[in-house]
């Protein structure tokens, strides 16, 4: 269970089943959309609000995904409006498609917000001028383009069993994001600290060498004892392997025909403020 005592392996099972019927749906709505990408996005939400209900009663009321079925919903919608019947989308396609459907979001909830801040979003951006899952989703996601897919695939491309594959992918993400989760739970203290041991982490040579693979392990501790989760970035990399699957189909068989065990118990996805 890592950092939270509210959540486990069964809550996610529980949730991922109750949700999973939501990315369907937001996909047929980028499908067949005939407007600008624009219009898609109040249609994916309405879709998210009813999922996001039943994610809530799955878990008893504990968050465990908020944060992936909000992304999640989009790159669905994105993988859509992006559908070419010619050829696979690329990943970087279906991030783009998703900038167009946020355009303008940044402005409209956080720099123009008219109310007192309500959402731990409002309330971050309030206290720390941070934009966290929506400036991502606005600017098509330039912490997957740039860090979490080039590592995915690098690591794919070495060979690197999958459960190695996207523990170095998620480092990397973890060096970079503006992960709310983090800051909501640490501070700004503790977001430098989750991102100063990633960014060591991933000058070693990332999960890709034993020694990374040491600092990992210690690095999950150490963010255990200090009650941190990089939720924030466990949903990008969720983002991360979406957009790379839609792009090649599947993962290689040498990623998936091994298993090893490296994850620290502090790596989950949950806890989204």
């Known amino acids: ?16 089943g109750a949700i999973s019927p939501c990315f369907n749906r937001c996909a047929a709505i980028g499908l067949n959309h005939a407007a600008e990408p624009s219009a898609v996005l109040p249609l994916v939400r309405a879709v998210g609000r009813d999922y996001d209900r039943l994610l809530l009663a799955a878990s008893n009321g504990v968050n465990t995904q908020r944060g992936a079925l909000f992304a999640l919903g989009l790159v669905a919608a994105g993988a859509g409006v992006a559908h070419d019947d010619r050829r696979s989308s690329s990943a970087e396609a279906i991030c783009a498609a998703v900038a167009a459907i946020c355009e303008g979001l940044v402005e409209r909830e956080l720099v123009s917000r008219r109310h007192e801040p309500r ?5 971050l951006h309030a206290r720390h001028g941070v934009t966290g899952i929506r400036g991502e ?11 979490g897919l080039p590592a995915l695939r690098l690591a794919l491309d070495e060979g690197a069993s999958l459960n190695r594959a996207l523990l170095h992918a998620l480092i990397s993400i973890i060096a970079e994001a503006e992960d709310t989760t983090v800051l909501w739970r640490g501070g700004v203290d503790g977001l430098a600290f989750v991102r100063a041991g990633a960014s060591r982490i991933r000058d070693l040579g990332g999960a890709l060498g034993e020694r990374g693979i040491g600092e990992i392990h210690r690095f999950g501790n150490a963010c255990v004892e200090r009650r941190l989760s990089p939720g924030g970035a466990a949903d990008l990399l969720a983002v991360t392997v979406a957009v790379h699957l839609v792009e090649v189909g599947a993962f290689p068989v040498s990623a998936t025909t091994r298993f ?6 502090s790596f989950r996805s949950g806890d989204n403020p």
């Open 260 to 265: 090893e065990s490296f994850a620290s118990n």
């Open 1 to 16: 269970m890592g950092s939270h005592d509210d959540m486990d392996l069964q809550t996610f099972l529980l949730t991922s």
């Open 119 to 123: 959402t731990a979003g409002e309330i």
């Open 137 to 147: 989703v606005e600017a098509g996601f330039p912490t997957v383009v740039e860090h």
